[in-house]
Structure formats: structure tokens, C-alpha cells
């Protein structure tokens, strides 16, 4: 099949890529434009590893072909933060430890942010059930919530 050109905004910045129809979204981020901070776990969906933000809504992109990009706004993990100052999201994480091994760290960080952009007061539940997408198997979760939590009442200024 001949590879098909794709023109999205990915990270704030347009962007121009080649694909063939059959390849993943992640695939195309990790190979084509090497942006390789999002991370290949299960290729099913199941693990949220691969999580990214297309128009707004929080997608798996193993499960994304690269030629639905077309037109979209991407946002991945490298675009979290700006230049040199990390999201406080990503600062929270580092600060109460919320990552060990960190294979799953990008896909939790872009998940939460997706949370914290639609409600600045979640509850503890909440958190729990918007991140019950992305599987850790180092860290438990407990950290990774209380992080949330924080940024998420610093956010309101509580």
C-alpha cells in the first residue's frame, strides 16, 4: 500500500509525516517523528502506556491509525512541559515519588493532566476511576494519586 501523507498539529507545532494505513498512531509518534516518550505496552489498549490527547480526548494511540491524525491536534507527553519547566504534574510525580521503573509514567502524566483539564477538584474516586486506564506494576497506585490530588489542590490554590 502506498504510504499516505498526513499534516496534524502535535504538540502545539504542525507537523508533516508519512504513513502507511495500516500502521498505529503510536507507531508513527515513536518511528516517524521520534517522539518516543510515548511507550508501547499491550498494542490492546489495556495498559495506557501509549496514552496521548487527540482533540481533547484522551485516546490510546496503539489503537489510533496513523492516517486518522489527519487534521488533528496530538498532544504527547513531550509537550507536557514547557521548555525547561515541567508541568507540575511531572514535578509532583518526581517530588512524592510516583514512578519507579517510569515505562508507565508518560501515559499517567498525559492522563491526569486530561483529568485536571476538565475538573480541578476530583475526588480521590475520580482520580481512581479516570486513571484505572493505565497499569503500573511498580509503584502501586497510592503515590501516583496522591500526586494528583495535590497538583489538583494546588491548581485551586487550597
Request: proline residues 3%; aromatic residues 6%; glycine residues 10%.
Amino acid at each position: 500500500m502506498a504510504r499516505q501523507h498526513i499534516t496534524s498539529e502535535i504538540n502545539g507545532e504542525p507537523q508533516d509525516f508519512l504513513c502507511d494505513p495500516q500502521e498505529t498512531l503510536l507507531d508513527v509518534l515513536r518511528d516517524e517523528l521520534h517522539l518516543t516518550g510515548t511507550k508501547e505496552g499491550c498494542s490492546s489498549g489495556d495498559c495506557g502506556a501509549c496514552s496521548i490527547m487527540m482533540d481533547g480526548r484522551l485516546v490510546c494511540s496503539c489503537l489510533v491509525f496513523g492516517v486518522e491524525a489527519q487534521g488533528k491536534k496530538i498532544e504527547t507527553i513531550e509537550g507536557m512541559a514547557d521548555g525547561e519547566e515541567l508541568h507540575p504534574l511531572q514535578t509532583k510525580f518526581l517530588e512524592e515519588a510516583a514512578l519507579q521503573c517510569g515505562f508507565c509514567t508518560p501515559g499517567f502524566l498525559v492522563a491526569a493532566k486530561a483529568l485536571l483539564d476538565r475538573n480541578d477538584n476530583p475526588t480521590e474516586t475520580e482520580v481512581r476511576y479516570w486513571l484505572a486506564g493505565n497499569l503500573c506494576r511498580c509503584t502501586g497506585y497510592d503515590k501516583i494519586v496522591r500526586a494528583v490530588m495535590d497538583v489538583a489542590a494546588d491548581m485551586r490554590g487550597a
